[in-house]
């Protein structure tokens, strides 16, 4: 095959590491154009008026695509960044650098499939072709010992499976160098005013200091399991509310792709032989399989997981109810656990892994409240924003996912004794609390403190 000019269009894999699209487009290509598009309609509003993407998750995301810029840079390349919508920008990209194929890692939900399928119509006629990837779970779509058909509808099923009958395939190199097409106009970099949005507030009070981009995900990595050693005793802490090392945090870099889940699943395995091998080595990779099997299903429900009824199409009692809802929002329930997560939420994008279930089983199972409400306020807030696990989860704490235990249900005063024992993490995020003792905040089933 004679070599061509090709696209390699970045979705969410924003690194260099492990990274078959971009591996495959240089191997096969003359000259490789790098380009990254902020879609308008990413930065719109979703069904019930929360922006899409909100100023936390705008401001990582923009920090992300700055470090993938300078990655490249660094071994010869560029990143060419557009404003707009990017089946019409990529065709005049591929046609202005003769470019004959372009490279890009597969999405599994609609709104990124209905651009691909644009893409794919604009590019007929040019006789362009699309190379696509499977490139974000730990297990690659083709190596599962099932059909998407046949996905277990219980998550140890699918678990056992795997761990038994298919293999995490090898991580690709990082490319050492990539030469460019010449004459193309980079562009700029888009800023958050360019997105209507203001600098989101920075709060000492936060877990961690979120920045965007491979860099900062390696070096998370790195700190993460060699230098602070917490690996060992992650399945100990995971539950944590406060400070950055509870849990691994590595969910952000991974929902835009700056981390490969196979890169981790690497260092696992490296840390195992080197450090030790328990139970805590063992679930981080756990999670990740977590991670891959929301993937999954999304590929096999497809739009049922954004519908009222979701997976499992049944019917609950909830409703639009704004003044509950707000109040949820507000952190102003009166149930100390439920608003200092959701403060939390409001000043920082993050929430713990467990506030997150306490928050949604309340609005859902307690406030009786519509969990698309919820799904969609997560989506425009959290820095670590997945499609898959976000919907995922609020169909499996709402009863109508995947779960073998029928109305799953978080008593959140029970949790707070459990989990925050001395009511050190919501004296952190409600100071008005601070004169109660602890014991009096755990007894309590509602607690006035604005």
Request: net charge positive; charged share 25%; with cysteine.
């Amino acid at each position: 095959m004679t070599k061509q000019p090709s696209v390699v269009w970045f979705r969410n894999d924003l690194r260099l590491h492990d990274n078959e699209t971009l591996s495959t487009a240089l191997s096969d290509s003359t000259t490789v154009l790098p380009v990254y598009c902020f879609d308008p309609r990413q930065f719109g509003t979703t069904s019930f008026g929360f922006p899409k993407t909100g100023a936390f998750r705008a401001k990582f995301l923009i920090e992300s695509v700055a470090d993938l810029r300078s990655s490249l840079l660094s071994i010869g390349g560029h990143l060419v960044v557009r404003v707009g919508h990017p089946e019409e920008i990529l065709p005049q990209l591929a046609a202005q650098v003769g470019a004959t194929a372009i490279y890009f890692q597969k999405e599994t939900t609609d709104e990124e499939l209905r651009v691909e399928r644009r893409l794919r119509q604009q590019l007929q006629p040019l006789g362009i072709v699309t190379k696509e990837f499977w490139g974000q779970t730990l297990y690659h779509l083709r190596d599962l010992p099932m059909s998407i058909q046949n996905l277990p509808d219980v998550f140890t099923d699918f678990r056992k499976q795997v761990e038994k009958r298919a293999r995490v395939r090898d991580i690709f190199p990082t490319p050492k160098r990539l030469k460019l097409p010449e004459n193309i106009d980079a562009g700029s970099l888009p800023t958050l005013d360019d997105f209507q949005l203001q600098p989101p507030p920075t709060d000492t009070r936060g877990v961690l200091n979120f920045i965007g981009g491979e860099s900062a995900g390696l070096k998370r990595l790195h700190e993460y399991f060699w230098q602070k050693d917490k690996l060992k005793t992650y399945k100990e802490t995971r539950n944590g509310l406060i400070g950055a090392d509870y849990s691994s945090k590595f969910s952000a870099w991974l929902a835009l792709g700056s981390l490969s889940p196979r890169k981790i699943y690497d260092e696992v395995k490296r840390y195992e032989s080197e450090r030790i091998a328990n139970d805590s080595t063992y679930w981080l990779v756990f999670e990740l399989i977590w991670r891959d099997y929301f993937r999954f299903l999304s590929l096999k429900f497809g739009n049922k997981i954004f519908q009222e009824r979701g997976i499992k199409g049944e019917q609950k009692d909830w409703k639009i109810d704004w003044d509950a809802f707000e109040r949820w929002k507000a952190g102003k329930t009166g149930k100390p656990l439920v608003d200092a997560n959701m403060r939390e939420l409001a000043a920082t994008g993050f929430m713990s892994n467990r506030g997150r279930q306490n928050v949604a089983s309340y609005l859902v199972r307690d406030l009786k409240v519509d969990w698309r409400l919820g799904a969609e306020y997560f989506e425009s807030l959290l820095i670590d924003y997945d499609v898959c696990s976000n919907y995922g989860n609020w169909n499996y704490v709402a009863g109508i996912g995947n779960d073998p235990r029928e109305d799953r249900y978080f008593n959140v005063q029970k949790q707070l004794q459990m989990y925050d024992s001395q009511a050190a993490y919501v004296k952190l995020w409600l100071p008005n609390l601070a004169r109660f003792p602890a014991h009096e905040i755990l007894s309590k089933e509602r607690v006035e403190y604005d």
